[in-house]
């Protein structure tokens, strides 16, 4: 019979911590089923309340753009967190959903049938489908061809998509009108009601962001989250086992790109208006450092990384200095990924696996880590 104070010395300060801090358990998942549901209730009470209590159109509209981002880094973090491949080019499916939705309302409806936009409501509930699935082949189609490359390379490749689609959308004037974009894009609506204040497009898409959210939580809690993580942690052993890692790669493409288009969708209804240069380089990189900063392959980590990223950004533009410099902004941000990197690699709620993963340090310090893994249970 094992003894449990040696177990707990062997666990160490982190376990203690764990056990000390239902809270931070909870949040990265190893908490008790009991403090996992408080903790989600919590915090699904205070989105839907924290929007009455600042009453300000400029923070509403602040906490859409959190909600946006947050199905986005989450969408990423199925291929970069969970599956372990590196996606630069991540906003090109976000780019397909917008504007496939807004060539079928603009282009197609009002420019070239001369129709009311405004009676084909219910199309926009169907763009959210059909727009995901358009951006989910757009996925698989990028993901065939790199499942023979790794790391760097595959970098290269995603980020070449990206560019392709944001360019595609910058020069086909006669279909995306170009540089000038496309305006005219109707609020959502449903049986009469149109979602046109500030107000009621931020729950809109805090529903959106709900069903994404525990859409993606039972995909990874599955026999496919399992083989995505084995993918991830060793592709070479998880073949061995009998694995199809091709298969499950281009899934991972697919599934993080439907997300990325329905939240596509959203952002052309939501602004009325889309142009490519909403879907830059560096909203890739920015969604990418989401997923950094939250923690990769972690459920709660994008929606933290959205959370303190946007927030955080949106602070500093209240400061003197920083409006009379704004450059400093992003120096502030690049700063605090810098910090990330050296004291907390693993993301801020970024668990013992992805950290031994990611910076495994001396061969005594790696056992010792697979040890506190090993005693939390997993």
Known sequence: MSDPTRNEDAAGPGRLQTRLNPIASALTGDGTPRWQRALLLGLLVLAIVLPFLVGSNRWITLMTVVVIYIVLASGLNIVVGFT???DLGYVAFYAIGAYYTAIIFNQV???RFGVDIDA????TWINFLVGGLMAAIAGVLIGYPTLRVRG???AI???GFGEIIRIVANNWVGLTRGPSGIPGIPKPALFGFEFSTQLSLYFLGLAIALVSLWA?????RSRIGRAWTAIREDEIAAEAMGIHTSRYKLLSYATGAFFAGAMGVFFGHYLNYISPSSFMLMESF??????VLGGMGNIAGPVLGATIWIGLQEWLRDFAFVQTHPETRGIAMGLVLVLLMVFRPQGLLGSLRVKLEMRPGSKGEAEHERQVWSDAGH
């Open 286 to 291: 920015l969604i990418l450092s989401l997923v």
């Open 157 to 159: 490749m995603t980020l």
């Open 216 to 220: 993606i939580s039972r995909i990874v």
């Open 120 to 123: 084909y409501w219910w199309l």
């Open 152 to 154: 760097d390379y595959l």
């Open 84 to 86: 372990g491949l590196l």
């Open 109 to 111: 409806l009002k420019v």
